[in-house]
């Protein structure tokens, strides 16, 4: 990370003293970041089983099963 826009003298030293723990900072907000990311789940769309489709002579064996022979 680089620092600049120096003012004077003791502004350098100041911004480079705090240089670390703005560093640090970074991390943790990108750490904080990609772990929402990662546990994200959409809540107007649950997780759910998606419908099993049958073919068309499935479909058929079901309805004949079904109907009465007489």
């Given at each position: 990370m680089f620092v600049g826009n120096f003012k004077s003298?003791?502004?350098?030293r100041t911004k480079k003293k705090n240089q670390?723990?703005?560093l640090k900072l970074m991390?943790?907000?990108e750490a904080l970041k990609e772990r929402k990311v990662k546990d994200y789940q959409n809540p107007?769309?649950?997780?759910?089983?998606?419908?099993?489709?049958?073919?068309?002579?499935e479909r058929r064996g079901d309805t004949a099963k079904r109907l009465p022979i007489y």
């Open positions: 003298v003791a502004d350098e670390p723990d703005v991390i943790q907000n107007f769309n649950p997780p759910e089983v998606p419908p099993q489709y049958k073919s068309r002579a």
